[in-house]
């Protein structure tokens, strides 16, 4: 085969600027042609390129521009390292400046025997001590470590770093007690396994194995959400020992307080999936009877199921609960997520476990829910008594509110204000008492005219009860208000729900360990954050060290936390908190300006907007 040179094919060829699509520029005089030579990164290469809907638009785009400077793209040459290419490329092995999570005292200990079998096997070596980093043991938190010598080949025996758990009955090698109480830690926070992982290698920690995490968060929910409901039934119990201290009997009807919290709404996602959104909800009951309203019954409703997913990407037809293996769900996929009335019957079987179940008198719920239909329906079977169905204030405030804001109001809907409409009664019904005579009439409105201004400023009294005709000096609505004010509270189920929150955030979806977060945050609120954390380290096996640091750290953290308590219920607080909100409304009346804000359909033709408006004649409150 005779030799053909490769050079002729990278000379340039006619019609070579069609082929590299160079925009061809047409020939003028005054035209001057610009080019301009441009060599990428080899590495930057791929990050930098256009998508394909990109060089459609710009396409499209470069007739606006200058066409006579032409840009040449040359051969990419090797550019500057990669970030990792710097932190790896360096043959010194850098785990010397990282960190370890290591027991104190044993640390220590190893050490010294360290220390003392170095000095009867090479007693003249003046090496240092480090650890083996070639042959050291990672399990998630802890660490098995040895030590040897720089100098001569002295090298311990491997020794755990960390407490074991000592567990009758269960092979296999100990696990170690700080991975249980990180499991703790994390049930009480928003930080998940991948999370705490990320945070460990900013430190210059290595990251556990995620899969070792999450075993152990699967073995520690369960014991978190067995002990929480044993603590609920003592709670219970201690119920019914304050009201007995009290001289009322153990079976006396309580108030109590109900509400559900779901992960996501229950409506607005007819493009992303025809049932309900939400795929979790927590219904909690509340005692209202004690001081610190304590958290009498929790059930968790969950319809996510990491085992299914992944049988039916296999193609097994898993159905959730009654699939093979573990399943997280408790409600099928066409189940609604929004069944109140059996999260209400759930709640009362709880109740029914005890010995002698507490006896629920009212219960307050919103007015959307049907937790109490079921509610009452199973505890009825059991107490004989059917309780009262009572409803919260904030919820019936709320609604009447969206109600008036969408409500169209005619002028001609309240006849005469506010304020003349009693000055004229007022004066109706002076007249007709003076029965003409001037000078008592005079006399009369005199002190009429006082009453009015004190009852409208806020001290209607006893002027209102000496001198007017249509105030007697006491409004209905306070006494009523005063009267049954502890019947209609509904602040600590609203607050139960924020507290969920911090553990169980709305925009991280937890499949398998839900139960484990709720159960763990309604543990939380009943004894006090430090409280708990010492609580539920002692039950799952993994009590704190007396007299340590952490111990004196979580009681400072409940004093803490009692003090806000009471500081936010302090009068002078609340009244501060009112006096910053009024403050804030003044100051929008009157620095707010009209701005263009969000709303729908800005862009959509005049036309349009006509033929959406509501062309009703009747208004919404005549329906």
Request: glycine share 4%; net charge positive.
């Amino acid at each position: 085969m005779p030799y053909t040179s490769k050079s002729k094919s990278v000379q340039f060829k006619k019609g070579d600027d069609d082929r590299r699509q160079i925009p061809v520029v047409e020939w003028d005089e005054k035209t001057e042609i610009r080019k301009k030579y441009v060599r990428p990164d080899a590495a930057k290469t791929k990050e930098e390129s256009l998508n394909d809907k990109a060089l459609t638009i710009l396409k499209e785009n470069v007739t606006k521009v200058d066409n006579s400077k032409v840009i040449s793209v040359l051969r990419p040459q090797p550019g500057e390292p990669s970030v990792f290419e710097r932190y790896t490329d360096n043959l010194i092995r850098g785990d010397k400046n990282t960190y370890r999570f290591l027991h104190a005292d044993r640390t220590c200990k190893l050490f010294t025997r360290a220390f003392h079998e170095h000095m009867e096997q090479s007693p003249g070596c003046k090496g240092n001590f480090e650890f083996d980093y070639d042959a050291e043991e990672q399990r998630t938190m802890c660490w098995r470590e040895k030590v040897v010598c720089t100098m001569c080949k002295y090298e311990s025996l491997m020794y755990p770093l960390y407490e074991e758990i000592g567990e009758e009955g269960k092979k296999g090698r100990k696990a170690g007690a700080p991975n249980r109480r990180l499991q703790i830690g994390l049930a009480d926070t928003g930080i998940s396994n991948t999370a705490w992982c990320q945070l460990m290698r900013t430190v210059s920690h290595p990251a556990p194995s995620r899969t070792d995490m999450q075993r152990q968060s699967n073995e520690c929910g369960e014991m978190l959400v067995n002990m929480n409901r044993e603590d609920m039934k003592q709670q219970r119990q201690i119920v019914k020992q304050a009201l007995e201290r009290s001289g009322f009997p153990t079976d006396t009807p309580i108030p109590a307080e109900c509400d559900t919290r779901y992960n996501n709404p229950l409506f607005g996602s007819r493009t992303r999936t025809p049932f309900q959104p939400g795929t979790q909800a927590t219904t909690t009951m509340v005692e209202n009877v004690t001081a610190r309203k304590k958290i009498i019954a929790v059930h968790d409703a969950n319809k996510l199921c990491k085992t299914a997913s992944y049988l039916r990407s296999t193609g097994e037809n898993a159905i959730c609960p009654g699939h093979q293996g573990h399943c997280s769900a408790n409600l099928k996929p066409w189940d609604s997520i929004g069944n109140e009335e059996l999260y209400g019957e759930l709640l009362a079987d709880q109740l029914a476990e005890d010995e002698q179940p507490l006896v629920i008198g009212q219960l307050t719920t919103d007015g959307d829910s049907h937790a109490y239909r079921g509610f009452s329906k199973k505890h009825s079977e059991v107490v004989n008594l059917t309780p009262e169905n009572l409803r919260d204030p904030r919820h019936l405030a709320s609604t009447q509110l969206r109600s008036i804001d969408k409500a169209d109001f005619s002028e001609f809907m309240f006849p005469g204000r506010t304020k003349r409409r009693p000055c004229t009664v007022e004066y109706n019904f002076a007249i007709k008492e003076a029965a003409g005579e001037l000078d008592r009439l005079v006399n009369r409105l005199s002190y009429v005219a006082d009453c009015i201004i004190d009852c409208y400023t806020g001290h209607c009294g006893d002027t209102c009860r000496a001198y007017s005709y249509i105030c007697k000096g006491q409004k209905i609505w306070e006494k009523e208000l005063r009267e049954n004010a502890i019947r209609y509270k509904y602040p600590k189920c609203e607050a139960t729900n924020r507290g969920y929150n911090k553990s169980n955030p709305k925009d991280i979806t937890f499949q398998r360990n839900f139960p484990a977060r709720i159960h763990s945050t309604a543990h939380r609120i009943n004894h006090r954050p430090g409280e708990s954390a010492v609580l539920k380290c002692e039950a799952l096996g993994v009590p704190l060290s007396p007299n340590s640091r952490p111990i004196h750290q979580l009681k400072r953290e409940d004093e803490i936390y009692e003090y806000h308590q009471l500081r936010k219920k302090n009068p002078v607080v609340k009244h501060e908190r009112t006096v910053s909100k009024l403050e804030r409304f003044e100051l929008y009346d009157e620095k707010s300006v009209e701005k263009e804000t969000y709303q729908k359909d800005l862009l959509d033709s005049e036309k349009t907007l006509r033929s959406k408006r509501r062309t009703r004649a009747d208004h919404s409150y005549t329906k």
